[in-house]
């Protein structure tokens, strides 16, 4: 199946991002005694950096223990809009509209019963709602792979993110007769977008070429 994407650039408007640092008053502070027999846990994983309001967070470190030791969780610096579990590590949460901001220090620690390991202290930047737009369009696939008519398209599913890598929203259009589509609340960033065709089984068609937008 084979089409193409045509990205048109719109007027964007962006809000600033106002700075904001915030402790967690009920922080758990794990002692760091030095154990002799006994082996360190480690701790790791990179959070998601940024996000707008009203977008979900989500991040779970990965932790082990060479002894089979069972380990607790802490969080130092944890944003008020964020939730946290001390037997999985997990940090997520929706930020509001008035939680735009810089959240700097925050440091999630595992514990053995003995020794304490940390992740590198992140940063979390809520930035406001947007008001970037794309606009994609297209021409409807007319053949399929081997080269046969393409007579059973049921519609479209867009795939974008802000990591070209990882294009982790998904627009799902069941309206085979659509040839263009705008993508609203686009936060300050480059945007990555592709798309695939659906037939009447459900099968998907290859992902176009890759295209991207910024949003300043």
């Given at each position: 199946?084979?089409?193409?994407?045509r990205l048109?650039?719109?007027?964007s408007?962006?809000m600033?991002?106002?700075g904001?640092f915030?402790?967690?008053?009920?922080?758990?502070?794990f002692p760091?005694?030095?154990?002799?027999t006994?082996t360190?846990?480690?701790?790791?994983?990179?959070?998601?950096?940024?996000l707008?309001?009203?977008?979900?967070y989500e991040f779970?470190?990965?932790?082990?223990?060479a002894?089979?030791d069972?380990?607790r969780?802490s969080?130092?610096?944890?944003p008020?809009?964020?939730s946290?579990d001390q037997?999985?590590g997990?940090?997520?949460?929706t930020?509001?509209?008035g939680?735009?901001?810089?959240?700097?220090?925050?440091t999630?620690?595992?514990w053995?019963?003995?020794?304490?390991?940390s992740?590198?202290?992140f940063?979390?930047?809520?930035?406001?709602?947007a008001?970037g737009s794309a606009?994609?369009s297209w021409?409807?696939p007319?053949?399929?792979?081997?080269?046969?008519?393409?007579?059973?398209?049921t519609?479209?599913?867009?795939?974008?993110?802000?990591?070209?890598n990882s294009?982790?929203?998904?627009?799902?259009?069941?309206?085979?007769?659509?040839?263009r589509?705008?993508?609203?609340?686009l936060s300050?960033?480059?945007?990555?977008?592709?798309m695939t065709?659906?037939?009447?089984d459900g099968?998907e068609?290859?992902r176009?070429?890759?295209?991207?937008k910024s949003i300043?």
């Open positions: 199946m084979a089409y193409t994407i048109v650039v719109l007027t408007v962006l600033g991002l106002g904001c915030e402790d967690d008053p009920h922080v758990n502070r760091d005694d030095p154990a002799t006994n360190a846990p480690t701790i790791s994983g990179t959070s998601p950096a940024s707008v309001a009203g977008e979900f779970i470190p990965t932790a082990e223990d002894d089979g069972p380990l969780f969080v130092y610096h944890k008020a809009w964020a946290f037997q999985t997990r940090l997520w949460g930020p509001e509209a939680d735009v901001g810089t959240f700097s220090g925050i999630i620690a595992v053995d019963g003995l020794v304490t390991a992740l590198d202290p940063t979390i930047t809520v930035g406001e709602i008001m606009t994609l021409n409807p007319t053949q399929n792979t081997d080269g046969s008519a393409f007579t059973d398209l519609g479209y599913r867009i795939y974008y993110g802000r990591d070209a294009l982790g929203r998904t627009l799902v259009l069941d309206n085979p007769g659509l040839t589509y705008v993508i609203e609340d300050q960033d480059v945007w990555y977008f592709t065709s659906v037939n009447s099968v068609s290859d176009s070429a890759l295209m991207s300043s």
